[in-house]
């Protein structure tokens, strides 16, 4: 991933003049005003029909100022794959900050159940991504770390959960995990493709199943 | 869904001179070809990638040629997903016919799973037709209907199973068939994003947790 960390002014040199900090955050505001023009122009015409061009034009941008900001398309949609994860990752830890145990684990899955509208459209917006990245590598590879990255995260919060002694002992936690995470998807792809199908009340009910079944007290 | 039941020769009439019979098989036979076709190029390229030029490229027929198939290319890929259902659904029924009661709906689970290449590839085809149905209205009709007749298909396994006491009687029929549905989804977006972390035996190693968890007999 050359490009993912976003690049400052002060490294481009040359204009040293004005103030740096406001440059910064306008480099970064406009980056994610991008991002966001690129979430809303996938989810209007999909992740195909996102072009750069489109792109642009959602934003308010020429196609030549996007180029200052991203390197190339694809550098646009693992962006904005990322800003969304990082918008779910900041939802799932606060949740985590207020509470402990298999209540911890429970916020972080509610938190990555399409329950709400935004969450619904992140739902979305990650199924347009995943078939997107059945056929381009560089996606798939960024796609496969954060996954893995988000089942290592769930794998600590049943260790923290079992360390109190709310998780069956018969239960192994990676299967637990697997579970969570199958558990997740399916639900998403639910919400997604058959919204009237999976309402809110049902993924609760579902995710409270689940939990009973896991949890030692019940 | 005007054009879905392949055209037979029969029906176009002017040249009825030939034997009827070989002509329709022909027909039927090259609207096939075309379809496997389809599904080659929407896993090597995606479905986005998926143009009528392409498919006829790879089928080894013109343009023109297809066009005397399929009205269109949304005609190509609604019939091309039909017949991959049509094969699953074949393969279901076959191992409903052979055995009974929760046998059965587990029989049913296992051939929805990814445990093999035939079926890798029916759920790689099948989440790539699932994010483009976000933005196709015909498909995701079409894609609709389909998953409430899979639905309805389960409820009457379940129902089934429950006649015969298999079923533990504090669940609900509906409840079971939506944790499957679930189940089926979530295990299918796992192995086609990651699928070291789902290898065939983790996935029947969950669908017996999930059988043992709604079973009377345990």
Same mark, same amino acid.
């Given at each position: 991933?050359?490009?993912?960390?976003?690049?400052?002014?002060?490294?481009?040199?040359?204009?040293?003049?004005?103030?740096?900090?406001?440059?910064?955050?306008?480099?970064?505001?406009?980056?994610?005003?991008?991002?966001?023009?690129?979430?809303?122009?996938?989810?209007?015409?999909?992740?195909?029909?996102?072009?750069?061009?489109?792109?642009?034009?959602?934003?308010?941008?020429?196609?030549?100022?996007?180029?200052?900001?991203?390197?190339?398309?694809?550098?646009?949609?693992?962006?904005?794959?990322?800003?969304?994860?990082?918008?779910?990752?900041?939802?799932?830890?606060?949740?985590?900050?207020?509470?402990?145990?298999?209540? $911890?684990?429970? +916020?972080?899955? #509610?938190?990555? &159940?399409?329950? =709400? *509208?935004?969450?619904? @459209?992140?739902?979305? !917006?990650?199924?347009?991504?995943?078939?997107? $990245?059945?056929? +381009?590598?560089? #996606?798939?590879? &960024?796609?496969? =770390? *954060?996954?893995?990255? @988000?089942?290592?995260? !769930?794998?600590?919060?049943?260790?923290?959960?079992?360390?109190?002694?709310?998780?069956?002992?018969? &239960?192994?936690?990676?299967?637990?995990?697997?579970?969570?995470?199958?558990?997740?998807?399916?639900?998403?792809?639910?919400?997604?493709?058959?919204?009237?199908?999976?309402?809110?009340?049902?993924?609760?009910?579902?995710?409270?199943?689940?939990?009973?079944?896991?949890?030692?007290?019940?």
């Amino acid at each position: 991933m050359p490009r993912c960390l976003p690049q400052r002014d002060g490294a481009r040199g040359g204009r040293g003049r004005g103030p740096t900090l406001p440059k910064i955050v306008d480099h970064d505001q406009r980056r994610a005003e991008v991002l966001e023009a690129t979430w809303r122009v996938i989810t209007t015409v999909g992740l195909h029909g996102a072009t750069t061009r489109r792109i642009a034009q959602e934003a308010g941008y020429s196609n030549g100022v996007l180029a200052h900001y991203f390197a190339d398309k694809a550098d646009i949609l693992t962006s904005a794959l990322q800003m969304v994860h990082a918008r779910v990752r900041g939802r799932m830890e606060a949740a985590v900050s207020r509470t402990e145990g298999l209540a $911890a684990f429970r +916020a972080v899955l #509610l938190e990555a &159940l399409p329950l =709400d *509208e935004d969450r619904l @459209f992140e739902a979305n !917006l990650e199924f347009g991504y995943l078939s997107h $990245a059945i056929n +381009a590598t560089r #996606l798939r590879d &960024l796609y496969q =770390d *954060e996954r893995i990255g @988000f089942n290592e995260f !769930l794998h600590t919060l049943v260790a923290a959960a079992r360390a109190r002694d709310e998780v069956r002992a018969d &239960l192994d936690d990676a299967h637990v995990v697997a579970e969570a995470l199958v558990f997740i998807d399916g639900i998403s792809a639910q919400a997604v493709f058959l919204p009237n199908r999976m309402p809110p009340e049902l993924q609760l009910d579902l995710a409270d199943t689940f939990l009973a079944r896991i949890s030692t007290t019940d």
